[in-house]
């Protein structure tokens, strides 16, 4: 048992046995019920009678966080602009300016707020008064304290509820944001790539004839591991690009599967430099330390890139664009020296 709950069951030991009104339809709500969602919000109390608010205020301070107390409306307003309450509690008939009035204004600045209302009234003139202002919760003096709890009760869980999902949609447009950065930069780097490959297809017209009889002698079954092993590649890549909880151990299994990778590829002696260089890089994310982990978010966007030009140099080998395909060659080679060259400085 916390605090709050001890001393409440020592000073209003009748209040947490009483029982449910079936009469009214309330429930049995106790201490533990309320304190559930109430411990942790704050709450303005507005009541002109001194001596009530005395009383009731010793019962609010036990469930809630903070409490205020004021006078009269002008009190409560001059506090409000000053600072927010997760609730107000506001009687209604008061000097200088009423509880409608009050609503009104609180109204104007947090049009959302919670509010619950006390009031000597029970005539239909007051409740279409309190429905027009947007007031749902409201209680009847004298005061029936069991009433009063499960109005506390109700009220705490919908302010609660309410944060939560506003919690959740903060997170969610955060995680969208994210995301949207994120194919931002995919775009950015096939632009990029586009860019580079119309670059190097200038630059390779004396080795087109050499590609067309080396790279046709990729077996359907090596390009189908190859395949296999580049699903598996990207989504490692992703899952480290995305992941803020990485382990070394992470690294190393990317590394692993470039090395599976290369060691299909090494059937092949038309791909040995290519081959080489992917063992490399398989060796050298295989054997790194923490240091690695603090500069992935770099080194991840180059071997997105690199991991999209080994998917299309692939794809074009299998639908026989020779040309194509060796012009990737010569891009992959130089995109992973790149890349480790940038790994290697991460142990400086």
Same mark, same amino acid.
């Given at each position: 048992?916390?605090?709050?709950?001890?001393?409440?069951?020592?000073?209003?030991?009748?209040?947490?046995?009483?029982?449910?009104?079936?009469?009214?339809?309330?429930?049995?709500?106790?201490?533990?019920?309320?304190?559930?969602?109430?411990?942790?919000?704050?709450?303005?109390?507005?009541?002109?009678?001194?001596?009530?608010?005395?009383?009731?205020?010793?019962?609010?301070?036990?469930?809630?966080?903070?409490?205020?107390?004021?006078?009269?409306?002008?009190?409560?307003?001059?506090?409000?602009?000053?600072?927010?309450?997760?609730?107000?509690?506001?009687?209604?008939?008061?000097?200088?300016?009423?509880?409608?009035?009050?609503?009104?204004?609180?109204?104007?600045?947090?049009?959302?707020?919670?509010?619950?209302?006390?009031?000597?009234?029970?005539?239909?003139?007051?409740?279409?008064?309190?429905?027009?202002?947007?007031?749902?919760?409201?209680?009847?003096?004298?005061?029936?304290?069991?009433?009063?709890?499960?109005?506390?009760?109700?009220?705490?869980?919908?302010?609660?509820?309410?944060?939560?999902?506003?919690?959740?949609?903060?997170?969610?447009?955060?995680?969208?944001?994210?995301?949207?950065?994120?194919?931002?930069?995919?775009?950015?780097?096939?632009?990029?790539?586009?860019?580079?490959?119309?670059?190097?297809?200038?630059?390779?017209?004396?080795?087109?004839?050499?590609?067309?009889?080396?790279?046709?002698?990729?077996?359907?079954?090596?390009?189908?591991?190859?395949?296999?092993?580049?699903?598996?590649?990207?989504?490692?890549?992703?899952?480290?690009?995305?992941?803020?909880?990485?382990?070394?151990?992470?690294?190393?299994?990317?590394?692993?599967?470039?090395?599976?990778?290369?060691?299909?590829?090494?059937?092949?002696?038309?791909?040995?430099?290519?081959?080489?260089?992917?063992?490399?890089?398989?060796?050298?994310?295989?054997?790194?330390?923490?240091?690695?982990?603090? =500069?992935?978010?770099?080194?991840?966007?180059?071997?997105?890139?690199?991991?999209?030009?080994?998917?299309?140099?692939?794809?074009?080998?299998?639908?026989?664009?020779?040309?194509?395909?060796?012009?990737?060659?010569?891009?992959?080679?130089?995109?992973?020296?790149?890349?480790?060259?940038?790994?290697?400085?991460? =142990?400086?």
């Amino acid at each position: 048992m916390n605090n709050k709950e001890e001393i409440f069951n020592h000073n209003y030991p009748t209040l947490i046995k009483i029982k449910s009104h079936k009469s009214l339809g309330m429930q049995n709500i106790n201490t533990n019920d309320i304190l559930k969602y109430s411990k942790e919000l704050s709450l303005l109390y507005v009541e002109d009678d001194i001596e009530l608010q005395y009383q009731t205020n010793e019962l609010l301070s036990v469930l809630f966080k903070s409490v205020k107390t004021a006078d009269n409306g002008v009190q409560a307003l001059e506090l409000f602009q000053k600072e927010s309450f997760d609730l107000l509690i506001t009687d209604i008939k008061m000097p200088k300016m009423d509880g409608i009035e009050l609503i009104e204004h609180i109204r104007e600045i947090n049009p959302t707020q919670c509010i619950i209302v006390t009031s000597a009234y029970n005539d239909a003139e007051n409740l279409l008064r309190f429905i027009n202002i947007g007031i749902q919760q409201f209680i009847i003096k004298p005061i029936n304290f069991a009433a009063f709890q499960e109005t506390l009760y109700k009220a705490s869980k919908i302010i609660v509820n309410e944060k939560l999902v506003e919690s959740y949609r903060k997170n969610l447009e955060s995680t969208n944001n994210e995301l949207n950065t994120k194919n931002s930069e995919l775009q950015s780097l096939v632009r990029i790539l586009d860019s580079k490959l119309t670059q190097i297809s200038k630059e390779t017209d004396t080795i087109k004839t050499h590609s067309h009889s080396a790279s046709s002698q990729l077996s359907e079954k090596s390009l189908d591991e190859l395949e296999e092993y580049e699903i598996d590649i990207s989504g490692a890549a992703v899952l480290i690009s995305l992941s803020q909880n990485l382990s070394i151990a992470n690294i190393t299994v990317l590394g692993e599967m470039f090395l599976a990778y290369a060691s299909v590829l090494s059937k092949y002696a038309e791909y040995e430099q290519l081959t080489s260089e992917i063992k490399l890089l398989g060796a050298t994310l295989s054997n790194q330390n923490e240091l690695f982990l603090e =500069r992935t978010e770099d080194i991840s966007i180059l071997l997105e890139s690199f991991i999209y030009v080994l998917r299309m140099w692939r794809k074009n080998i299998k639908s026989q664009e020779i040309q194509k395909a060796f012009e990737l060659h010569a891009s992959m080679i130089n995109d992973i020296s790149t890349i480790i060259s940038l790994i290697d400085r991460t =142990r400086e």
